[in-house]
């Protein structure tokens, strides 16, 4: 299954979405600035929080270095 195709996994990327954004907006950061110090372009920025547009790791990686934060990820195995 796509992950786009997964309820699931579009409600977790959502909230990863929202939560970048959180912390973006409480440091006073715009979404053009941080495009600008993370390498991504303000549009890839844009589509990630407004609508969970699925972004690739290093992205993310980014991102979260300039907010000053960690990614981790885990692995789960899934319901059969």
Request: charged share 30%; aromatic share 6%; net charge positive.
């Amino acid at each position: 299954m796509r992950y786009r195709d997964n309820p699931e996994g579009t409600k977790r990327l959502l909230s990863l979405a929202n939560r970048m954004n959180a912390l973006r907006e409480a440091q006073g950061i715009t979404k053009r600035e941080l495009a600008r110090a993370s390498g991504l372009s303000a549009p890839t920025i844009q589509r990630f929080e407004e609508q969970g547009q699925p972004v690739n790791f290093t992205a993310l990686y980014e991102m979260a270095t300039v907010l000053g934060h960690n990614l981790e990820f885990r692995l789960k195995k899934t319901k059969e």
